[in-house]
Every structure is written in structure tokens, then in C-alpha cells.
């Protein structure tokens, strides 16, 4: 695809300069702020969600991936390079997501409450080597042990006991990971347990859930480089009725224990929004977790893009002037399209979103709002959607060495040649 020449985009970025300093905008004070920005690179876009575990084994836990788009990752070794070249193609520089199933064991079987440090040295050892940070998951699905759709809340004492020794098994892996690249892991917990069917005892399972955490949580890990999350949601396939940890009992419980929250966009109902959450929650706890994604109809973890919702949760962040509490973390797999492409199209737009609210002029905004004059609001605020933010957008690029605008396609299909072709 023909992309403009750096004379050309530097042309256009010293004319939008001009016009967002008009409007009192500092664009170079908005691109210092982006540059700072990491994002989680969800690990499961790569290969479908399947693990080096048991590929053979079907995805679990009410989620699904849908789509036969050859060329998915198969090992290890595969996955990082997909993921080295997605990272090639998006501006800045960016941390990972893993999760447990992700373990390099050598071909022997460990299982999940057996997990170590050691079984994950080959991403630790890439993550230095490439200058990633990592966030960690506990895998507490698509296993046996999971199948009764019930693990941190099964009414089973030794079902329990096996997905609480995985979870501590996990945050003692992000905290290895945290000290060794310097930078705290976040290690998420999100579990699928749930009924098909509406439930006469809704607390129970809850009650179960939250001691559960509470013996996850009772063993000391430093908070200086591991810190916990705990996901909510709404429903999932199989658990339409009743989902245990819900968003009220992990507010509650988050802000109980003081461990973060994870917001998932696609969690909630369709109309609800959750970058109306994250102020509110704000004000409760110290940090919060995204994972920006996009439901469609359901919780259908498409691709990212930049809509309405992804630009009002990032605004919101900005807003809040909270980029510093808030981990923007991404969550969808899309088995349908290149999964390389996929990374790269949710993440620049999860930064471009980034970007335009970087250059909004938030002061004036809100100097209108708190004098009432709402003309003025909305005047602006829809005179705003035509500022020249991709002019911006595209120096950055440029400036970061990455391709200007859809170039970066060209790239993704050198690489299904030369490397995800060969996968069958
Ligand atoms: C599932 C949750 C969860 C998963 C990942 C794979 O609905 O969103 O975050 O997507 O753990
Ligand atoms: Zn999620």
C-alpha cells in the first residue's frame, strides 16, 4: 500500500501542530505522554487461546474463538515470533500478557497447581531480551478439573484446593517475573464458574468463592513485584444464568482486600459502558486493570477498533489523569483473520484512541461544563472529531520506526509468506 513520505507527514504534523496550539493543546507534550504508555499484549490472539498444555484439548470456560484462519501458533518459539513481529508494527514499546497454559515444560507434564518459575524461563529470558514487562493468569479452565464448570467455587473441597494451589502457584510466578525484568506483574484471576440454569442458592458458591481468594491471598508475595486482580462477568456459554464472580462481588471484594479490579468491556451488559466504571472505581482503590475489548451482541472478544466505546475509555483514563493507576490490558481473539494483523489493528487503535484523548482540551471543556454552558460543550466536543489527530498519529509512527498507516499490512503478509504459510 503507497504511505505518504516523511516530508509529507512531517508536513501535515507541523500544520496540525499548529492547529491543536490554537485550541491550547501541546501536541509534543501529548506524544511524550503516549511514548510512556505500555500496553498488555494478550499471549492467547497468537494461537487461539489453546496453550502448549494440551492442544488437543477444546477451549473451555463459556469462552470461544471462532474462525480457521491458517497459520496459528503452534509452540512457543512460533508465538514469539508472531508476537515480535506484531510488537515490529506497533509504535512504542509494550508488555505481555501470559497465561498459565503458556508453560514450557519440555515435554513433560506438569500440572497446574505444580507450576514454578522455571517453566516459564523461556518468555522470561525473551521478555529481557526484548525489553517487555510481564502480567501473569492463572489458567483455571479448559481442564478436567474445570469441566463441572466450577473451580474456585466448586462445592468440591479437593476441586477447590487444586485451582487455589494453581492461583498461589501463579502469583508466585508473576512475582519472579516482577523481580527479575523490574517491573510489577499484574496476575489476574478470572474464573468461569457459573449456572446454565437459574440457581436457588446464588450465595454459596460466592461464600466459597471469596474464601477461596482470601487463602490465594493470604500467602505473602511482595507487592513491589507481583500485585493481584480479580475479572468479573456478566454471563458466558453455559453459565447464562448466574456467573459467581460477578462485578458486584468483585467490587466488593477488591475493595475489601485492596486488590485491583479488572474491568473486561466485553463483561457487561451490551449498553453499559465501562468507561463510566472507571472513575467510580477510582475512588475506591489505588489501581485498576482493562482488558479493552469488544463485544459483539455478546462477549465475542472481536478485535478492537476505534469506536465509540474503545475512544470514551480512554478519554476517561485521561480524564481521571489516571494513566499511571490504570493498566490498559488487552483482551480478544479473533481466529477468523491474521492473528498477527489482529494484534496490531486492536492495539494502534487502543493507542490512537490513546492519542486523540491525549490532544483533547480537556480544561476548556471542563471550564465550560462547570459554568453550565453545555453549548459550548457539545459545540466543541463534536468540532473535535474533525481535528487532524492522524497527522499526529502518523509522525508518531514514523518517529517510532514502525510502518505509517495500513503499510504495516504489507509487512503482515511478507510474514504469512515467509513464516505463518509453512504452518499448514
Ligand atoms: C474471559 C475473560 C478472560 C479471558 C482470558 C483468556 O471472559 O475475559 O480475561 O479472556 O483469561
Ligand atoms: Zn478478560
Known sequence: MASPTPRQIEAAYAAARERYAALGVDTEQALARLRGVALSLHCWQGDDV?????????????????????????????????????????????????????????????????????????????????GHGIDFNPTCFSHPLADAGFTLASPDPAIRQFWIEHCIACRRIGEHFGRELGTPCITNIWIPDGFKDTPVDRLAPRQRLQESLDQIL????????????????????????????????????????RVLLCLDSGHFHPTESIADKISAVLLALDELLLHISRGVRWDSDHV????????????????????????????FFDASINRVAAWVIGARNVLRALLIALLEPTARLRAAEQASDYTTRLALLEELKGMPWQAVWDYHCLQQDVPVGAAYLDEIRAYEASELAARG
Open 50 to 130: 489453546t496453550g502448549f498444555e494440551a492442544p488437543e484439548r477444546p477451549l473451555s470456560g463459556g469462552i470461544a474463538a471462532t474462525g480457521n484462519y491458517p497459520g496459528k501458533a503452534r509452540t512457543a518459539d512460533e508465538l514469539r515470533r508472531d508476537l515480535d513481529q506484531a510488537y515490529r508494527l506497533i509504535p512504542g514499546r509494550h508488555r505481555l500478557n501470559l497465561h498459565a497454559i503458556y508453560a514450557e515444560t519440555g515435554g513433560r507434564r506438569v500440572e497446574r497447581n505444580q507450576l514454578a518459575p522455571e517453566h516459564f524461563a523461556g518468555w522470561l529470558a525473551w521478555a529481557r531480551e526484548q
Open 218 to 257: 493470604a500467602v505473602p508475595i511482595d507487592p513491589r513485584y507481583n500485585r493481584d486482580a480479580v475479572e468479573s462477568k456478566l454471563f458466558g456459554i453455559g453459565s447464562e444464568s448466574y456467573v459467581v464472580g460477578s462485578h458486584e462481588f468483585y467490587l466488593g471484594y477488591a475493595v475489601r482486600r
Open 304 to 331: 478492537v477498533t476505534l469506536n465509540d466505546e474503545t475512544l470514551a475509555i480512554l478519554q476517561e483514563v485521561v480524564r481521571c489523569d489516571a494513566l499511571e493507576r490504570v493498566h490498559l490490558g488487552l483482551d
